[in-house]
């Protein structure tokens, strides 16, 4: 019932940057917090940055001062902006999102939480 599709993976050069976005589509009436978390190859999930709907941010402490998190309220939208990429941050990126659904023409539903299906982020030279 939600959607959500990340874009902007790719490969990068040690000391690169790349922008990833998320659009989350479908019965939304409002989003609670959306997050980026990414896993390496045989290493667990892990929470990179978070963002609430008022504007807070949480950072993984491998990524504060290099990674920016930002959205648009507006259209569903999240972004990771990423710089100073190392090699250790190649993983797939997986945008995660929790609110509430929207049931009829405009009414609160029940919550919803959706992940996306990824996107591979190589850092190599």
């Known amino acids: 019932q939600v959607q959500l599709v990340e874009s902007g993976g790719g490969l990068v050069q040690p000391g690169g940057s790349l922008i990833l976005s998320c659009a989350a589509s479908?019965?939304?009436?409002?989003?609670?917090?959306m997050g980026w978390h990414r896993q390496a190859p045989g290493k667990e999930r892990e929470l990179v940055a978070a963002?609430?709907?008022?504007?807070?941010?949480n950072y993984a402490d491998s990524v504060k001062g290099r990674f920016t998190i930002s959205r648009n309220n507006t259209k569903n939208t999240m972004y990771l902006q990423m710089n100073s990429l190392k090699p250790e941050d190649t993983a797939v990126y997986y945008c995660?999102?929790?609110?509430?659904?929207?049931?009829?023409?405009?009414?609160?539903?029940?919550?919803?939480?959706?992940w996306g299906q990824g996107t591979q982020v190589t850092v190599s030279s």
């Open positions: 995660n999102a929790d609110g509430r659904l929207r049931f009829g023409v405009m009414s609160r539903g029940p919550t919803f939480n959706s």
């Open positions: 479908g019965s939304i009436f409002s989003i609670n917090a």
């Open positions: 963002i609430i709907s008022g504007g807070s941010t």
